[in-house]
């Protein structure tokens, strides 16, 4: 088993897992590889042992920092139910951050939305918290996650755009290796996050190749 990585070093990243989602989740999940940190998803976790919420909270308990998304929070369509998972783990965060012992008390969390002042119709306990919105623009994410982590890791810090040119190095890099591997273009779309996030680290650890 693969050791997880450090508490002061992991990120704890909470969203949606869907198709539609998946071009902010991977844009968020690249910034923080990017900067050196380490990317924590529930889906990296396939022990079926143990139930989703378990393994949910033992992610946020070992990450110093945490990315909540809560524009999904709200139903899209007549009769559909609001989504509450991201909300519900958003408390556990704070409660870690609020009641747990160190180096809990050192949790921080960054909270997004899709439209401005979305949250307040349905979580307005946390009014008068920074809460940034995205709009679903993926470069607007990447500056929001880039802004928020600076100064918070180590090495040479880096500039939003400088990391929006290393995820299309990136991107690029990866479309390639996979098509000499035999994938096609659709092969590689319906790649899991939890593969792509695989190959961020690789591409970090080969020292960024073009």
């Known amino acids: 088993m693969t050791p997880s990585p450090p508490f002061e070093l992991s990120v704890f990243i909470n969203c949606p897992f869907d198709e539609d989602y998946a071009p902010l989740l991977q844009a968020i999940a690249f910034c923080v590889t990017d ?10 976790n396939s022990d079926n042992s143990a139930n989703r919420l378990d393994r949910v909270v033992g992610l946020i308990r070992g990450s110093m ?7 999904r929070c709200k139903a899209a369509k007549a009769g559909e139910h609001s989504r509450l998972n991201m909300s519900f783990e958003l408390g556990i965060d704070h409660a870690c ?3 747990g012992r160190s ?3 050192g949790k921080k969390v960054l909270v997004l939305e899709d439209t401005q002042y979305d949250y ?3 979580l307005s306990d946390i009014a008068g918290w920074d809460i940034q ?6 470069v607007k994410v990447v500056r929001i996650v880039v802004n928020w982590l600076s100064g918070k890791t180590k090495g040479t810090p880096m500039g939003a755009s400088r990391v929006q040119g290393n995820y299309i190095t990136f991107q690029e890099w990866y479309w390639k290796r996979e098509i000499g591997r035999g994938a096609s273009q659709e092969d590689i779309k319906a790649y899991p996050t939890i593969q792509v996030l695989f190959a961020m680290n690789e591409w970090v650890s080969l020292g960024r190749p073009s």
């Open 35 to 44: 900067l050196g940190l380490h990317p924590r998803i529930a889906p990296e």
């Open 65 to 71: 920092y945490g990315i909540h998304d809560l524009s």
């Open 97 to 99: 951050a609020l009641f």
């Open 103 to 105: 180096p809990l008390r």
């Open 120 to 122: 307040q119709k349905s």
């Open 133 to 138: 919105c995205h709009g679903g623009d993926f």
